[in-house]
Each structure stands twice: as structure tokens, then as C-alpha cells.
């Protein structure tokens, strides 16, 4: 399924404001090997229940050694409607400065996947593997969502663990298209702003085709119409896109 949306200027406004997601988002910092991972946590008060955990890859502008700024975009998810319907674990790791999710440049029209995960990106693996030992996590449910630099990082990802996400929702990103039979199964929506200049639109369009080419009928891309890079305001915007990544499940 291939969708144009025609975007609208609009104001959005959310009950949780940034001060007091930073307490809401639990820092903590992950070590492995000598490698330092800041990371922020969020799991739901409540019984032994189990939650769908979002796995969110910031975007290149929220690099650092703060362990805040990968927080910048993370208020779309914590809106009421979604908090008091969908409960879930969120995890926002935060990539170092210099470093990639995924090491490949972001101005090319395609790219073959590095054989090996970059540092970072090994790192998370590590850390959503202790993390699901230890927390009520329904394996079943676990996505994979980002913008820009973090949309590269979704799709780079997914290819490495094709069977352990349940979904996943890449923004104005891009992925190896070689690699894109292995996501042939998994549901995914993946969105680009017609006017990004930063990375072209054609990366998340002819992955979603090279998937569609495959067999795979769970993936599609939205193209919103006039908009540049900053496409995330609106995939992550549109409440009913996060609504339907919770809703996915692995059979």
C-alpha cells in the first residue's frame, strides 16, 4: 500500500511538557566491553504484567554524552490517549557524538548494509537483550521506530534482526534494498516528506518497493506533500500511526 498524504500546517499540543518527561525518563547508562551507552527508560507502574516495548533511535542533532537530548522528539509518544490505552516500555538510547546508528552516509541514493552493526548499535542489541531478562517485556511486541539518522538505524536494524521486531515505523531514512527480503513478514510504515533535501525521498521508497517486490505485503510508505525533513512532526504527529505500531504483534 503506497499513500501521498497532503500535510497541513498545524499546531500540536501535548499534556506532558519536556520537564517533566526528563523525570518521567529514567537515565541510566549501559557498559559493555569499555563501551559507555547513556540511555533513557521508561516502564509503566503496575503488576506483573507484561508491555510492548519501543525501541526510539534519535536523530543525528541528538547526539551527545547528556543522556537528554535523544529525549527531543520522544513527547509524541506520551500523550494521554495513548498512556492510558496502550501502556508500553520505551527505551531511547543515546548515540555518542561522531558515531552512526548506521556507518553510511545519509547523501547517497542507495548502500550496501556494513557486514558488521556499528559500536553503537551493538551496544543497543546488548542492552535490549539484558533489559528483557530483567523487565516485563512481551517479546511479542518489541518495535523499532526513528527519525533521520535513527530511520537509517530502524531499517539497518530490522535487516540484522528480521525475526525480533514485531514492526516498525522508519522516518526519512533509508535501508540497503538487497537486504530488503528479510523484512518481507514484518509490518512497517515508513515515512518521508516529498521535500526532504537532506535525505532524498527515493531511499524509503524504494526500500518499502524492494519489500513489496519480495512478496511482502505489511510494508508501505506515506509520502506527505510539501514537507522537508522534519517529516517526523508528522508521522509521530498523527496519533493513530502510534496507535496502530502498538497494535502489531509477531504470530
Known amino acids: 500500500m503506497v499513500r501521498w498524504v497532503y500535510a497541513l500546517f498545524f499546531l500540536l ?25 547513556p540511555y533513557r527508560l521508561f516502564v509503566p507502574a503496575g503488576d506483573s504484567t507484561t508491555y510492548p516495548l519501543i525501541l526510539f533511535l534519535h536523530g543525528a542533532g541528538e547526539r551527545g554524552k547528556d543522556n537528554k537530548a535523544q529525549l527531543t522528539h520522544s513527547h509524541y509518544f506520551f500523550r494521554p490517549e495513548i498512556m492510558q490505552n496502550h501502556p508500553f516500555i520505551f527505551l531511547a538510547p543515546q548515540c555518542p557524538p561522531n558515531e552512526r546508528w548506521v556507518e553510511v552516509s545519509w547523501k547517497l541514493v542507495s548502500h550496501t548494509m556494513p557486514s558488521e552493526p556499528s559500536n553503537v548499535l551493538k551496544a543497543v ?4 537483550d539484558s533489559l528483557i531478562k530483567v523487565l516485563p517485556v512481551d517479546t511479542h511486541r518489541i518495535y523499532v521506530t526513528g527519525l533521520s539518522m535513527g530511520g537509517f538505524g530502524t531499517w539497518d536494524a530490522l535487516c540484522r534482526r528480521p525475526d525480533f521486531f514485531a514492526a516498525a515505523m522508519p522516518v ?18 515508513a515515512f518521508h516528506g516529498s521535500d526532504d533535501k537532506v535525505v532524498i525521498p527515493a531511499r524509503t521508497m524504494n526500500m518499502v ?15 506527505y506533500d510539501g514537507v522537508g525533513h522534519d517529516s517526523w512532526k508528522y508521522a509521530f504527529g498523527d496519533i493513530n500511526n502510534i496507535f496502530w505500531l502498538l497494535q502489531q504483534r509477531k504470530p
Open 209 to 223: 518497493n524492494a519489500i513489496r517486490g519480495c512478496g511482502g505485503i505489511l510494508a508501505e510508505f506515506i509520502i
Open 13 to 37: 499540543s501535548f499534556s506532558v511538557s519536556s520537564q517533566s518527561l526528563d523525570t518521567l525518563i529514567k537515565p541510566f547508562v549501559f557498559q559493555k566491553k569499555g563501551y559507555i551507552l
Open 125 to 128: 542489541f546488548d542492552l535490549l
Open 172 to 189: 526519512c531514512g533509508g535501508g540497503d534494498e538487497n537486504k530488503a527480503c528479510l523484512l518481507k513478514n514484518i509490518p512497517i510504515k
